[in-house]
Structure formats: C-alpha cells, structure tokens
C-alpha cells in the first residue's frame, strides 16, 4: 500500500506481512542520515508509537539500541576511566560488576525506568547490602546516566525520579582512642623508633594512611623553627594488585600539617635510625618501596596491643585528633584544614585557616597527650 506522509515529517503504511509501519528519516549529530520506523497490528497502536517517537526526537534524543551494560562499558572506558584514580576505579568496578550488569545490563538504555533502578535498590536490600552500599552503587549509576542524558541518549535520568532514591544513611561513627589512651600508646611504643615515629604521626597528625606511607623525607621538615611536613601524595592498591603514587584524595588534602614537639621529637629518631631517604615508613626491602598498607595496620594493631588499649581501626587516628582538638576548643574549621577535610562537622562553608591557627591546633593536640600522660603517671 502507497504510504501516507503526515504532518511533522514521517509516513505511514502498511509492509507486505499486513503490518502498520511509521518511518521517517531524520539526521543524526554526525550528519548522518537515518530512516527510523516503528510497526504495530493495527493503525491506531502505530500512531502511538509515532507520537511517542516525535516526543522522543523533539527532545534532541536519538533512538538507541544500546543496552545499559553497552553504555556502561563505553561509560567506564571514555568517560569515568580517564578521569578517576586507580583506588576510586576498583570502587567503581565493583559495583559495576556486582550489582549494576547483573541486573540492569541487559535492559535496553532507552527503557529504563525508575521501577528498575527501585527494584536495583530492593534487590540489593534483600541480599543484606548496607544502605550506604547502595546509595554509593546509586551515585555510580546516576554518574554514567546523567553522561547518556547530556549526549541525547536517553530523554531523562530515571536516578534523578523521586520514586527510586536510595535509602538514607545513619551516621555510625567511628570508634576513637581517648587522650588517654592516646598517650598510652605513644608511651608503650617509645623504645620501637620507627612504630612510634609511625603512631605519632597517625594520632598527632591525623595524615590518611595513604598520605602517610607516600611521605617522603624531603617532605618533612621536622628541625625546622616551625617544623612542618607536607603532603603532596598519596598511596592507593591499583586494580588487579601492586601499589601507586598518586595525587591527594581531594583539593584541600594537599596541605601543610604542623607538627608539635612529641612528633618532630619521634620523626627526627626515626630519621637518625633509618637514614633520612626515600619513603617516610617505606617497605622493609628498600627506602624506595612503598610499604604494604596491610602491614600498616598490623603495626597499628600492634602498638595498641603493646599498650593494652583496645582495637580501635587505623582511620580512627583521624578521628581521635579531631575529638582532642574540639574538645581543647580548637575552630572546626582549622580542624578541618588540619585534616584535609572540605567539610567538618556538618559545616557546608567556612573560611580557611592560617598557619599560625594550625599550629595552634597542633600545640593543643600535643598538650592533650602530655596532659593526658602526666594523669596517667600521677595515678
């Protein structure tokens, strides 16, 4: 039968097996031309699908049959890949492959809805995952569809619908030391020249553990008149095994930290003991070699063992520095600086700190544990 062409561009007919057929031809981003159609038994179901195929066009989006594992995959290659560190690639890899392909892989991108990625969420609730798994998988997927939303393949972000956000987070802080405690293990350690210069640093500090064992010496300028190490780098396992340097986790984790006298008194004995080159706390077999981040925390666990406290997770360092500073009245947002923080304590702004706040803030936490031990020995 002689096809219909109808207002909007397109026409309509009837192929040889008897079916209603809308075609039109459009032109593509690259200037490509394109015959796009749609078929149905009857008249009337075909012209709802021309409508919603005008809609769809009208919008800038152009009809895909790309499943979401073959965006993803492009995603992953073009866009996320170059962008992202090793360590937040692996993050991303995982959930990929754990939860996202397993059950929306297969789905054409241009009919997912915000029931799949609901039943995404439900699913991974019903095998036991955390809230804050599934929210992290969420981002992730949110991430590669906003990237197909901006390129006209999908008319919208089915993550972005109010029906499919992920379940809230309750908060589960971390557990700290005490100042107490804190100086309990800086005590215990003090014959052991590199495990105390190692926990000092950690307590004293509050450096993350990759930023810790990609120090180097030349970093650190603890005989300075206002000693100080630098933190330009930091330590992450790559996808598949080995370590790599790379850069902060953040803007603001590039920083200056001061150091008081209990950490340049630690670090200056360890540097005379070790020879002052190469990485900070470095591998066993060489100066140049990164130490093995498991071994790391096995020290760590170590040293509260040595002092009889109890186990509290390396990154709990972090947190104990910033409990003693809030509770000596230090600004959070000196905490914050200290840390290498972009937010601290539920702050959205805050100004910067100087440098002389900071070394208040290190004086203070130094004066905790000195504090702290003097009680200690008076009891």
């Known amino acids: 039968m002689a096809g219909r062409r109808v207002k909007g561009g397109g026409s309509f007919y009837v192929d040889s097996r008897g079916r209603h057929v809308f075609a039109i031809v459009v032109t593509r981003p690259d200037g490509r031309r394109q015959r796009i159609s749609r078929s149905a038994k009857t008249l009337r179901e075909v012209q709802v699908k021309a409508k919603e195929l005008r809609r769809t066009l009208d919008a800038g989006v152009m009809p895909t049959h790309d499943t979401v594992g073959e965006w993803i995959a492009y995603w992953r290659k073009h866009v996320a890949g170059p962008k992202l560190k090793p360590s937040t690639l692996a993050g991303y890899d995982s959930k990929l492959e754990r939860y996202i392909m397993p059950r929306l892989g297969e ?9 799949d990625v609901r039943e995404l969420h439900e699913w991974m609730a019903d095998k036991g995952l955390a809230p804050a798994t599934i929210r992290q998988t969420h981002a992730i997927l949110s991430a590669a569809l906003k990237v197909a939303e901006d390129e006209g393949k999908i008319v919208r972000n089915p993550c972005r619908s109010r029906a499919a956000q992920p379940p809230t987070v309750t908060p589960h802080p971390h557990p700290i030391l005490s100042a107490a ?8 350690v003090k014959g052991v020249p590199q495990l105390r210069a190692r926990v000092a640093v950690a307590i004293l500090t509050g ?4 930023e810790a064992l990609a120090l180097k ?5 603890e005989g300075d008149a206002r000693p100080t190490l630098r933190v330009r780098q930091s330590m992450a396992r790559k996808r598949g095994g080995g370590l790599v340097v790379g850069t902060p986790k953040s803007r603001r984790s590039a920083r200056e930290v001061p150091l008081d006298g209990l950490v340049t008194d630690a670090l200056t004995k360890w540097r ?3 020879g002052g080159v190469g990485y900070v706390f470095a591998s066993p077999a060489g100066a140049g070699i990164l130490r093995d981040p498991r071994r790391d925390s096995l020290d760590w666990s170590m040293a509260l063992e040595m002092a009889g406290v109890d186990h509290v997770p390396l990154h709990g ?14 600004p959070d947002r000196v905490i914050a600086d200290m840390l290498g923080h972009d937010v601290m304590v539920d702050q959205k702004h805050y100004q910067h700190s100087d440098d002389e706040q900071r070394r208040e803030g290190a004086k203070a936490a130094g004066e905790a544990i000195k504090a702290a031990t003097h009680k200690g020995l008076e009891k």
Do not use: F, N, P
């Open 107 to 115: 789905k054409r991108l241009s009919r997912l809805t915000s029931d």
């Open 181 to 188: 405690d804190a100086a309990r293990v800086l005590a215990a």
């Open 207 to 210: 450096l993350r553990q990759g």
């Open 217 to 221: 010496w030349g970093d650190v300028h």
């Open 272 to 274: 005379e003991v070790s």
């Open 317 to 330: 360092a972090r947190g104990t520095l910033a409990t003693i500073l809030m509770a000596r009245g230090v």
